[in-house]
């Protein structure tokens, strides 16, 4: 069984960071992409950022040049780096993993981590 472990999140003054991390455990042969969505309240998932096996990245035009996604796949462990937060940042953010494990492919959800930027 597959699980991903999220950490990271919290309540920032806006201007501030916050980095989430992501740890995914399990037989994994191997990871196609991981990312980051996000939910506010009263709003529906959103993608934040996604990155493939080998290194493409994909940003929300909201978060460009202020977040910036990495991985270390041998750990199995994606990254968010979040700066110059804003409190429409706020919500709860969401790990992502697409991966090969023993005979399939499968998509897993992290359980969410909180992330709150007040103004």
């Known amino acids: 069984q597959v699980q991903l472990v999220e950490s990271g999140g919290g309540l920032v003054q806006a201007g501030g960071s916050l980095r989430l991390s992501c740890v995914a455990s399990?037989?994994?042969?191997?990871?196609?992409?991981m990312g980051w969505y996000r939910q506010a309240p009263g709003k529906q998932r959103e993608l934040v950022a996604t990155?493939?096996?080998?290194?493409?990245?994909n940003y929300a035009d909201s978060v460009k040049g202020r977040f910036a996604i990495s991985r270390d796949y041998a750990k199995n462990t994606v990254y968010l780096q979040m700066n110059s937060l804003k409190p429409e940042d706020t919500a709860v953010y969401y790990c992502?993993?697409?991966?090969?494990?023993?005979?399939?492919?499968?998509?897993?959800w992290g359980q969410g981590t909180l992330v709150t930027v007040s103004s």
């Open positions: 399990g037989r994994i042969l191997r990871i196609n992409a």
């Open positions: 992502n993993l697409r991966a090969v494990v023993p005979q399939t492919t499968l998509e897993v």
């Open positions: 990155i493939t096996s080998v290194g493409n990245t």
